[in-house]
């Protein structure tokens, strides 16, 4: 079955770049998302890539796939406070299902 | 920008009883699906439904049901409550029919069960 994968926390300071990353292991999935979610709220879509592409560029945020290795990477660039969050990343596989990973809390320090 | 809709927000049952969690897409989404995230954990695929019909099916167990209206609202019934069954149940609706994979979620419906 599919499996995602994340380290579980990440400490940056405010200003500093931030790399979250992710490994997944179905072959098959065709869309790669990365979710944010604040404490006792919902989950808040960042961005995806297609599993044909190898990055993606939204204002702070840049998504890096390394198909062959099934890694998938955030990077945000001068973190801020106001990011400190559970990032999970998911694989979307050919049902349309989204697999999650267990998340990974980014605290950023000022 | 309208957003998807859940209600209630919070929601308190007791053991053996029967809930149910209504969730209203992003107009213009003909799918739906619905997630379970229990406390410390990450999300897990229940049930989908696609233009009305069932879609794929997760983890959902048996006492668990879901349907999508004609209206592509969507109620997920759960009954025998169990308290295991507390957790935050997501909704989230996409348009999949234009070809557009992006899943955007609810706020979440907060379970508790006692």
């Known amino acids: 079955g599919e499996d995602v994968e994340q380290s579980l926390f990440l400490s940056v300071r405010e200003g500093d770049s931030s790399v979250i990353n992710c490994t997944y292991t179905?072959?098959?999935?065709?869309?790669l998302y990365w979710y944010k979610q604040e404490p006792g709220a919902g989950l808040q879509l960042l961005t995806y890539i297609f599993s044909n592409m190898d990055m993606k560029q939204d204002q702070r945020l840049t998504v890096l796939l390394n198909k062959k290795d099934k890694h998938l990477s955030l990077r945000i660039a001068d973190t801020q406070t106001g990011d400190s969050a559970i990032y999970f990343c998911a694989e979307m596989d050919a049902g349309n299902m989204l697999t999650f990973g267990g998340g990974t809390r980014l605290m950023v320090k000022p | 920008a309208a957003g998807v809709i859940q209600s209630p927000r919070h929601l308190i049952k007791e053991k053996r009883e029967t809930a149910t969690l209504k969730c209203y897409p992003i107009?213009?989404?003909?799918?739906v699906y619905w997630y379970q995230q229990g406390p410390g954990q990450d999300p897990q695929f229940l049930i989908s439904f696609y233009e009305k019909m069932q879609s794929d099916k997760g983890s959902i167990p048996d006492r668990f049901s879901a349907q999508q209206f004609s209206d592509y609202h969507s109620e997920l019934n759960m009954s025998s409550l169990e308290l295991g069954d507390s957790a935050l149940y997501f909704c989230a609706s996409s348009p999949r029919g234009q070809g557009d994979y992006e899943q955007y979620f609810g706020p979440g419906t907060r379970l508790t069960v006692t």
């Open positions: 107009p213009r989404h003909d799918t």
């Open positions: 179905d072959s098959s999935s065709t869309y």
